[in-house]
RNA sequence: GGUACCAUAGCUCAGUAGGUAGAGCAACGGACUGAAAAUCCGUGUGUCCUUGGUUCGAUCCCGAGUGGUACCA
């Protein structure tokens, strides 16, 4: 019998969270969450990861796996997801996975090309290049190393190069190599929902989030995780904003009102980016029947897509 | 009730010696292959309060109205 994996997602604060709880439980499976930022235990509060009620309800992977301190990246996901998978899939023939990382999904569903990891130093080298060299550097050494991803790269992201060049490094073969964008044959069915609701009403709950947080001690957590500070975990939204007014950039009201502001771009970013993959069904939140309809393989009758 | 000032983008405001307008913030759209809650790119969205008048032409000048603010009663 082949097996299926329901693929909720949605932008942060739509309420995936209840929505995945509700068809788990229907389904009496367990929920893989696909969040870069939930898997670090330390930050709690910020990322709203999901209550103790909610976790004892039904079983969570990849929420408070990692520490602050550890490396992950979307390979090592994939490659843990599908580990996880083969086992969750020998007790039941249907898992959740939820959460608001479209690239991680994109990796479990989709694969991602291999390309070996790349040393720390070589990182630490790269970065040091486009702090003391500037961008202009990097497009000039990317040229030289892979004049075909030169082509085509977002020549203004130094993100972007950065990763290109560093891996031209590591291997001494050009990035553009290793990418195949091949897609992957994944062993099961997969099933995917996008929740999305009027934006008035997203970003009233974002808004009223990031009160509920402060209240919940979000300013506290960000205190303990201050000396950190410059960890790439750490660098994300309700987190950094905090850190801003620490070190006396702004008052607490504007730091909040930054953590809204930017809450609703990185919501936008979300649903630009689910918006892509032309296989999610979009469907509001409430309508939980439907989706536990088709996350059992029933479509039959009406579906409140929308 | 009287006098003065104001009315332009979602908000705060600028501006046009009369030729249908622009900043900041907010907002909107997009990209995305191992740091992705990251990173990057793009976009003014407007009965210039209403209505008469002057004018080839009014957001701008004049009158009236409406709404607001301040002061005087």
Redesign the pocket.
């Known amino acids: 019998m082949s097996k299926r994996l329901v693929v909720i997602v949605g932008p942060?604060a739509i309420g995936k969270t209840r929505v995945a709880i509700e068809v788990a439980e229907a389904l009496h499976t367990e929920i893989i969450s696909c969040?870069?930022?939930?898997m670090y235990r330390e930050m709690r509060i910020?990322?709203?990861v999901p209550c103790a009620e909610e976790l004892a309800a039904v079983k969570h992977h990849f929420i408070g796996n990692l520490s602050i301190f550890d490396y992950?990246?979307?390979?090592?996901f994939e490659q843990d997801c599908l580990h996880l998978l083969d086992r969750l899939f020998l007790e039941y023939p249907v898992v959740v996975m939820t959460g608001?990382?479209?690239?991680?999904a994109d990796a479990l569903c989709n694969g991602?090309?291999?390309?070996p990891?790349?040393d720390t130093e070589i990182?630490q080298t790269v970065?040091g290049w486009f702090q003391t060299e500037g961008i202009e550097y990097l497009r000039r050494q990317l040229k030289m190393f892979d004049p075909e991803h030169y082509s085509k790269v977002?020549l203004?992201?130094?993100?972007?190069i950065?990763?290109a060049i560093e891996v031209c490094l590591q291997t001494g073969r050009p990035y553009s190599s290793f990418?195949?964008?091949q897609h992957r044959p994944r062993p099961f069915e997969i099933v995917k929902i996008a929740l999305n609701r009027p934006?008035e009403e997203l970003?009233e709950n974002i808004n009223r989030r990031a009160g509920i947080m402060m209240d919940e001690g979000l300013l506290e957590e960000v205190k303990e995780l201050y000396p950190n500070r410059h960890l790439?975990?750490l660098?994300?939204?309700?987190y950094k904003e905090l850190f801003a007014y620490m070190d006396g950039q702004h008052d607490l009201d504007t730091a909040v009102e930054l953590i809204r502001?930017?809450t609703?771009?990185?919501a936008?970013?979300?649903?630009?980016?689910f918006?892509?993959d032309k296989a999610y069904q979009w469907m509001h939140p409430d309508h939980i029947d439907d989706m536990i309809k088709i996350a059992s393989g029933k479509y039959g009758g009406h579906l409140s897509t929308i």
């Not at 203004?156 to 972007?160: D, L, M, P, S, V």
């Not at 936008?268 to 980016?273: A, D, E, I």
């Open positions: 942060t969040d870069s930022r939930q910020g990322t709203a992950y990246n979307v390979s090592m608001g990382s479209g690239l991680y991602i090309d291999d390309f990891t790349v990182r970065t977002d203004q992201n130094h993100k972007r950065m990763k990418l195949t964008a934006r970003y790439n975990a660098n994300t939204v309700g502001r930017n609703r771009r990185y936008k970013r979300q649903l630009t980016w918006a892509r």
